[in-house]
C-alpha cells in the first residue's frame, strides 16, 4: 500500500479483485438499487431476478386461475420436500433429509424435543450456547421443561469438553449472530455422537456462507432460516434437517395432519410419515415457500467452496481496508482474525454505534447495529463485491475523519 495515496491503491486493489472474481457475474441474478452497497445479507438477503414474476404467476394463475387444482397440478402439496432438496445441497445433506416448514423457533422445538426423545432414557442435560441468539435459548428452556431435562449454559469454544455421559441435547449456533465467529462443527458433533448425545445446530448465520457439512460430518438435527444469505425474502419458511438414520424414530411434539403417513385419510389416530414429512405440522404457505424455490435458482452452477473463499476474501480486504480508512482506536473488530473462526460478517465495536449506522445508511452504505454498541457488516458472495466493500469502509472512515 501505497504512504502518499492509500485510497488509490486500495481503490486498484478493488478493481483487480473483482475483475478476478469469479463470483462476480452472479450479481445480475440480483435486483438491488443503484448507489446502494448492501451489507446485510446476514438479517434479509437481496431479491433474487425472477422471484417478482414468479409470485405474480402463482397468484394470477395457480391461485386466481386453477384454485385448489393447484395443490395437485401445480404441485404446491409436495412443496416442502421438493423445496427442502434444493436447500440440501447448500447445507451437505442428500436429498430426502431436509424439509421446508414453519418458522426457525417452531422447527427449532421440533428439533430439540425430538431430540430429547431420540436420547438415551435417563439423561438430564441440555447444553446450550451461552451467547446464543434469544430466542433459542426461550425455546430450549420451553423444550427442557416439556422433557425433563435441565439447560445447561456452555462457551461454544469449549462445548466438546463440556460433553458428557450425563448430556442428552447440545444446541450450538455454528456462528454467532453478534461476533460472527465460527464454531467448530466437526469437533463439537464428534463429540455429542461420541457420548451418545443429540447434536443439534442452529445454521441461520451459516447457511449459503460456507461449507457446513451435516452428512459428512454425521450431524443428528439442523435447522435455519432462508431469507438471509438463501434470499429466500422476508419470513421464508425455514428448514428442518432430520438425518435419514433417525426419521423413522424422530418423535415430533408437533404432530400434524401434514405428516400423517395418509393425510387425506384424516383419521383420529397418529400414525406419522416415515420420512423427513415428520417435520411437517400444517398447511405450508405457499407464497413464501413458491418464491423461495425460485430464489433458489440463484445458486444453480455455484460451488459453496468458492462462496466460502469469496466471502474470507471480502472479509480480510474489508478489515484491510477498515485499518487504512478509520482512525486508530475508533473502532475494535470483534470478529475472529483467524479463517477457521470467521463466518460471513465483521463485526465492530464503537462508540454511539446507532448513529453511526444511521450514517451509513443514509451515505448508501447498509449494515445493522446490535446494542449496545457493534456495527453488523453481512457478506453475501453471490451479490457483494470489493469495490462494495472499499467504498463501505471509505465511508466509515469520513464518518470518523
Known amino acids: 500500500m501505497s504512504d502518499t495515496n492509500p485510497i488509490q491503491d486500495l481503490t486498484a486493489r478493488a478493481a483487480e479483485l473483482d475483475a478476478a472474481d469469479e463470483l462476480g457475474k452472479l450479481r445480475e441474478r440480483f435486483v438491488l438499487p443503484d448507489g446502494v452497497v448492501y451489507l446485510d445479507g446476514n438479517s434479509l438477503g437481496a431479491l433474487p431476478a425472477g422471484v417478482t414474476d414468479r409470485l405474480a404467476d402463482v397468484a394470477s394463475r395457480e391461485w386466481g386461475e386453477l384454485l385448489i387444482r393447484s395443490w395437485d397440478e401445480s404441485a404446491w402439496w ?53 451467547s446464543t441468539f434469544p430466542t433459542d435459548g426461550y425455546i430450549a428452556a420451553s423444550a427442557a421443561r416439556m422433557t425433563g431435562l435441565t439447560v445447561t449454559p456452555v462457551d461454544p469454544a469449549h462445548a466438546a469438553g463440556a460433553i458428557d455421559g450425563d448430556t442428552a441435547v447440545v444446541l450450538l449456533n455454528h456462528v454467532d449472530y453478534r461476533t ?118 440463484a445458486w444453480d452452477g455455484v460451488a459453496m467452496e468458492s462462496v466460502r473463499a469469496k466471502s474470507l476474501a471480502l472479509t480480510d480486504f474489508f478489515l484491510a481496508c477498515v485499518a487504512a480508512y478509520v482512525p486508530q482506536g475508533k473502532v475494535e473488530s470483534i470478529t475472529p482474525a483467524p ?55 471509505r465511508t466509515l472512515g469520513h464518518i470518523f475523519g
Open 78 to 130: 409436495t412443496a416442502p420436500e421438493r423445496v427442502g432438496d434444493k436447500v440440501a445441497p447448500l447445507l451437505g445433506a442428500a436429498p430426502g433429509q431436509v424439509v421446508v416448514a414453519d418458522s426457525t423457533s417452531v422447527n427449532l422445538f421440533k428439533a430439540l424435543v425430538g431430540g430429547a426423545r431420540l436420547a438415551p432414557a435417563g439423561r438430564t442435560k441440555l447444553l446450550v450456547d451461552a
Open 180 to 297: 460472527g465467529r465460527l464454531h467448530d462443527l466437526p469437533a463439537v458433533t464428534a463429540a455429542a455422537r461420541a457420548a451418545g448425545a443429540i447434536m443439534v445446530w442452529d445454521l441461520c448465520h451459516s447457511a449459503g456462507a460456507l461449507p457446513v457439512g451435516l452428512d459428512a460430518h454425521g450431524v443428528d438435527l439442523a435447522v435455519g432460516c432462508t431469507y438471509k444469505y438463501l434470499n429466500g425474502g422476508p419470513g421464508a419458511p425455514a428448514y428442518l434437517y432430520i438425518a435419514a438414520r433417525h426419521q423413522r424414530e424422530f418423535d415430533s411434539p408437533l404432530p400434524g395432519w401434514n405428516s400423517h403417513t395418509d393425510p387425506f385419510a384424516l383419521t383420529p389416530d397418529y400414525r406419522p410419515a416415515d420420512d423427513a414429512r415428520r417435520g411437517r405440522v400444517g398447511t405450508p404457505d405457499i407464497l413464501s415457500m413458491l418464491a423461495l424455490e425460485t430464489a433458489l435458482d
Open 339 to 393: 479463517h477457521e473462526q470467521r463466518g460471513s460478517q465483521v463485526a465492530l465495536r464503537t462508540e454511539n454505534a446507532r448513529e453511526v449506522m444511521g450514517e451509513l445508511i443514509s451515505r448508501g452504505i447498509i449494515g445493522d447495529f446490535r446494542a449496545p454498541d457493534v456495527l453488523r457488516f453481512g457478506f453475501t458472495p453471490l451479490y457483494v463485491g470489493f469495490a462494495d466493500v472499499e467504498r463501505a469502509a
